[in-house]
C-alpha cells in the first residue's frame, strides 16, 4: 500500500466546507481530523493550518482570527473554539424539543405499510428522545409515545395504541 499523502487545498479529494450547514461542519473537522491522524501531523501550529488551509476565504479569515489560532493554544483548544462559533452543533447534539418536533412533521402521516419510513423514524425519534432525556429529562416517556403516536397516520396510531393497551393489560 502507498504511504498516505495529506490533500493540498486544490486536490479534488481534499475536504471542502462550501456552506456553513450544522452536517457539514461537523463532517468536515472530522474529514480534517482524520487527515492530521492519517498524515501523522503532530506540530499544533501546522495542524491549525492544515484546518484552515480547506476553507474558503471568507470562513478562513473568521476561522483564523480566533485567540486560539495563536501559536500558545493547542489544535483541541482551536477546535473548540470553532466549535463555539455554532452553537447549533452543540444543540443538535444534545437534541431540542423543537427538533424532535421538526422530525415529528416531517414524517406526519407515517402509515403501516410504509416500513421503511417507519423505521427511520422510530430510530431518530428513539435517538431524539434518549438526547432530550439526559442528563436533565427535557421530555417525559408519556409526552413522547404522545408524539410519536400523533406523527403516526390515525388509523394506524389507534392499532398501536390498542396493541399496547392489550399487551400491558396481558402483564399485569
Known amino acids: 500500500t502507498a504511504p498516505f499523502s495529506i490533500p493540498r487545498p486544490w486536490d479534488r479529494e481534499a475536504p471542502r466546507l462550501v456552506k456553513e450547514h450544522i452536517d457539514e461542519i461537523v463532517e468536515f473537522l472530522e474529514n480534517v481530523d482524520d487527515i492530521i491522524e492519517l498524515g501523522r501531523v503532530v506540530d499544533e501550529q501546522t495542524r491549525k493550518a492544515l484546518l484552515t488551509s480547506y476553507l474558503p476565504p471568507s470562513i478562513r479569515k473568521l476561522w483564523r482570527e480566533l485567540r486560539t489560532y495563536d501559536v500558545e493554544h493547542s ?3 482551536f ?3 470553532i466549535l463555539h462559533l455554532y452553537p447549533e452543533v452543540d444543540e443538535r447534539r444534545r437534541g431540542s424539543f423543537a427538533g424532535l418536533v421538526q422530525l415529528c ?3 406526519k402521516g407515517v402509515e403501516r405499510d410504509e416500513e421503511g419510513h417507519l423505521c427511520r423514524f422510530g430510530v431518530m425519534f428513539c435517538g431524539s428522545v434518549k438526547r432530550l432525556q439526559a442528563p436533565v429529562a427535557l421530555i ?4 413522547a409515545c404522545v408524539m ?3 406523527t403516526l397516520d390515525s ?3 389507534r392499532r398501536v395504541q390498542q396493541f399496547v393497551e392489550e399487551r400491558s393489560v396481558a402483564t399485569v
Do not use: P, S, W
Not at 417525559?140 to 409526552?143: A, H, Q, V
Open 75 to 77: 489544535y483541541a483548544n
Open 79 to 81: 477546535r473548540f473554539e
Open 105 to 107: 412533521q416531517e414524517f
Open 140 to 143: 417525559t416517556n408519556r409526552d
Open 148 to 150: 410519536y403516536l400523533r
Open 155 to 157: 388509523g394506524f396510531a
